[in-house]
């Protein structure tokens, strides 16, 4: 028997270039998985624009989001999606919305 897969669950990628995060919970997806699905976690349905970011570092698979992964505990994705998750995002000024004070 194999693993069953969700529809929410990303496909499997080579290429991270084409992945962008959730800057409230770092869930990676592509831009048009965002388009379509919205984040599995913040219940986002408006313009993926507004609330991913292609800057993040590292990456880590969650295959088990209950309290029994120590590496999901550790990381605070315990209580999220199954996925793929940025280990640390880049908040620049754009991404937020804050423009510079000059």
């Not at 693993?3 to 048009?32: F, G, I, M």
């Not at 313009?47 to 505990?73: M, R």
């Amino acid at each position: 028997m194999g693993l069953e897969t969700t529809s929410t669950a990303p496909p499997a990628t080579h290429d991270l270039r084409n992945l962008v995060a959730c800057t409230d919970c770092r869930l990676l997806k592509t831009l048009d998985q965002f388009k379509e699905n919205g984040c599995e976690n913040c219940d986002h349905h408006a313009d993926p624009q507004t609330y991913t970011t292609s800057h993040f570092s590292g990456v880590t698979l969650v295959l088990d989001s209950s309290e029994k992964s120590w590496i999901a505990k550790r990381l605070d994705l315990d209580k999220r999606a199954i996925g793929m998750y940025a280990l640390d995002i880049v908040k620049d000024d754009e991404a937020m919305g804050h423009e510079d004070d000059e």
